[in-house]
């Protein structure tokens, strides 16, 4: 059920949000306020190291020096929290690695920060995303 709820705002900060809700596509701004605190209720979630899930993209030089094994070893490490994996070829010596992960957030986070972390990965992130649990 949805209920309706009023705010006010500065103009100058309303201009600048109706800038945002364009360039973003949201057809109202209802959408983009939902969207909004629920970003915030995950970044929550994350920081009270509840269960959540995530992805980890890296894109490194495949010809960097035992690159390749580092990244499968720590993998190996944390294999209760890896989901999924998928490994691309970008061209002759990139790659991107995506890794579906889940668990508790501070361990899915130290995960993220050593993979990010070894010699030869040029990009890396980590995407949250919670469960979902009482975000609806």
Do not use: P
Request: proline share 0%.
């Amino acid at each position: 059920m949805l209920k309706r709820f009023s705010i006010s705002l500065e103009d100058n900060l309303l201009r600048s949000f109706d800038k945002y809700i364009k360039a973003q596509s949201y057809n109202n701004r209802s959408e983009a306020i939902r969207d909004l605190i629920r970003r915030a209720l995950v970044r929550e979630q994350w920081q009270g190291d509840s269960n959540v899930m995530g992805v980890i993209n890296l894109v490194y030089d495949h010809h960097q020096h035992q690159l390749q094994e580092k990244v499968t070893e720590v993998q190996h490490d944390y294999h209760h929290h890896i989901v999924s994996t998928t490994h691309v070829h970008m061209d002759h010596h990139n790659c991107l690695e995506v890794i579906i992960v889940r668990g508790k957030a501070k361990e899915v986070e130290e995960l993220a920060d050593r993979l990010i972390a070894l010699r030869g990965v040029r990009d890396g992130n980590l995407a949250m995303s919670s469960t979902g649990k009482d975000l609806s």
